[in-house]
């Protein structure tokens, strides 16, 4: 079965960087989309950011310019480097997988396999 597996998650100061991990393992994830969402106490999960199967990348407007993801094909595992954070980034981070597409999936309904999720936490 396949599995996801976030780690990197952690307490950090307002303006410093995290890099969150997300390892995939039992399926080979480079032929999907994979995205990042996130998680608030009180709210709604949301999308911030995700590659389409052949490379596209979108973000979600509150993390453009701040957030990078990239993907490692030979481990399958996908990242997300978050710089100069913001208390309002404090959630709950989850990875997932979605469809073979070629345009961004940004919607939780596009996504049909989620990790387990990792805590960032931003003091201010």
């Known amino acids: 079965q396949a599995q996801l597996v976030e780690s990197g998650g952690g307490l950090v100061q307002a303006g410093g960087s995290l890099r969150l991990s997300c390892a995939a393992s039992?399926?080979?994830?480079?032929?999907?989309?994979m995205g990042w969402f996130r998680q608030a106490p009180g709210k709604e999960r949301e999308f911030v950011a995700a590659?389409?199967?052949?490379?596209?990348?979108r973000y979600a407007d509150s993390v453009k310019d701040r957030f990078t993801i990239s993907r490692d094909n030979r481990k399958n595992t996908v990242y997300l480097q978050m710089n100069s954070l913001k208390p309002e980034d404090t959630a709950v981070y989850y990875c997932?997988?979605?469809?073979?597409?070629?345009?961004?999936?940004?919607?939780?309904?596009?996504?049909?396999?989620w990790g387990q999720g990792t805590q960032v936490t931003v003091s201010s």
């Open positions: 039992g399926r080979t994830f480079s032929s999907y989309a």
């Open positions: 590659f389409s199967w052949n490379g596209g990348t």
């Open positions: 997932a997988v979605g469809p073979r597409t070629i345009v961004v999936p940004t919607t939780t309904r596009e996504y049909n396999n």
